[in-house]
Structure formats: structure tokens, C-alpha cells
């Protein structure tokens, strides 16, 4: 089944606690992004990847950091998590030329 | 940049019509796309322009005008089930980068 998958689907954390969630895809699919998702605020893009080894700054980046080594992986990372990227995150993938972006469950992270 | 406006909330009767409007200023974009989102759930695609006009997919539809800045999705034969937000995007000209509008919270009542 063609999905993207996401770990873990809840974290909860204390602040400055290094973690990373984890985003997967089987659909070979180039195009990699990570969103985050508040009440009022809609989604908004942190991170974006064209291909491995390839990542640029969404509109939300500071105070995270991402990694593309294979094409399948897109690990998002919060290296000194704080209270507010308390959230909930959605990582997405899609193929160049095709309109349909692939949407992860979702991860919902509290900082606390 | 890229400013994106819906209607926060809308709510509609079983069975009828919805229109679910979403304007835009942008320096310039390679298509706009309609995303369904259950409460709790991820998005899930629905449609999208590229061109002007009316794309229709069974009881959805959706209409861009580049000059006018607007786009609508029309949800016909409304059903419980389409109880959801509704989410305007575009994508970046020259790049694959999405900018979601907040969203439109659809209340479908019987």
C-alpha cells in the first residue's frame, strides 16, 4: 500500500530534549516537505526537500533541522525542543508534475 | 509572498450546495489546490487548477481566476461525511512549495 508514515503519532517531551520524528514514503517519490499545524494559523511549511541530499527552508524553519541522506527517509529534527513547537506535524510527499501531495498521520508533539 | 483568505466557518444543510471561496495575492503561482482534512486526520487532496475555468471531479468542483485572484470549491449532494475543513493552496511558481490558507471548518447539519 502506497503511504507515508510517521513516528512516532504522539511525543510528549520536556524542553531541550533533542528528538526526531521520523517521515517514510514507498512511492519513490522526490519531493519531501514537513508542515505544522495550529489552531488559527493553518498548515505551514517548515522544511522541503527536491531530492536526496537536497533540502531548503519553508516559511517556519528556526528551530529545526532536516535531513535527506536516502530518497525514501525525511527525518525532521528539534535539537533543543521548546514550548512553543508544541504542535502537530505533518510530513508529505509528491512526484514532479503530479498535483497530489501524499500526507503522513500526523505526529502530535507537546513540549512542555 | 503569498497571502491566502477563506471564510473561517461554514455551515450547510444535507443534500444542498456549497460554495467555499478562497482569494489570493501572490507574485506568482503554478497551480491552486482544494485538500479535505477530517478532524484528527491528515489532509487528503481533492482538486486543483492550473488553468482558468471549472475542473469537476463527481460532487466536487473547483474554478479559478487568475486575473480576479479567486478560486471556489463547489461541494454538490452534500453529505454528513463532508463534514471537514476545506484547505486553499497554492504552489510557488518555479518550485513544488505549497502555502496553505487556514482553511474553511464545513459543518454539514441534517
Known amino acids: 500500500e502506497a503511504q507515508v508514515t510517521q513516528n512516532p503519532r504522539y511525543l510528549i517531551t520536556v524542553t531541550g530534549k533533542k528528538l526526531t520524528v521520523t517521515c517514510s514514503q514507498n512511492?519513490?517519490?522526490?519531493?519531501m516537505s514537513w508542515y505544522r499545524q495550529d489552531p488559527g494559523l493553518g498548515l505551514r511549511q517548515i522544511y522541503y526537500?527536491?531530492?536526496?541530499?537536497?533540502?531548503d527552508k519553508g516559511d517556519v524553519p528556526e528551530g529545526y533541522k532536516v535531513s535527506r541522506k536516502e530518497k525514501r527517509n525525511f527525518p525532521l529534527i528539534l535539537e533543543s525542543p521548546s514550548p512553543n513547537q508544541t504542535s502537530l506535524y505533518f510530513c508529505?510527499?509528491?512526484?514532479?508534475?503530479?498535483?497530489?501531495?501524499?500526507f503522513g498521520q500526523g505526529t502530535r508533539l507537546t513540549v512542555v | 509572498g503569498q497571502n491566502i483568505d477563506q471564510p473561517t466557518e461554514m455551515t450547510a444543510t444535507e443534500g444542498a450546495i456549497v460554495q467555499i471561496n478562497c482569494t489570493y495575492q501572490?507574485?506568482?503561482?503554478?497551480?491552486l489546490f482544494w485538500y479535505q482534512q477530517h478532524a484528527g486526520e491528515a489532509p487528503t487532496f481533492l482538486s486543483y487548477?492550473?488553468?482558468?475555468g471549472l475542473e469537476e471531479k463527481g460532487r466536487f468542483s473547483s474554478f479559478l481566476s487568475r486575473s480576479k485572484g479567486y478560486s471556489y470549491l463547489l461541494l454538490k449532494e452534500l453529505q454528513m461525511k463532508d463534514s471537514a475543513s476545506y484547505l486553499c493552496?497554492?504552489?510557488?511558481?518555479?518550485?513544488?512549495?505549497?502555502?496553505f490558507g487556514k482553511g474553511t471548518k464545513l459543518s454539514v447539519i441534517p
Open positions: 487548477n492550473v488553468l482558468d
Open positions: 508529505a510527499s509528491s512526484l514532479p508534475g503530479h498535483p497530489e501531495a501524499f
Open positions: 526537500s527536491m531530492n536526496v541530499e537536497v533540502t
Open positions: 493552496a497554492l504552489r510557488k511558481a518555479g518550485s513544488y512549495q505549497l502555502t
Open positions: 512511492m519513490n517519490h522526490e519531493y
Open positions: 501572490t507574485s506568482g503561482f503554478n497551480g
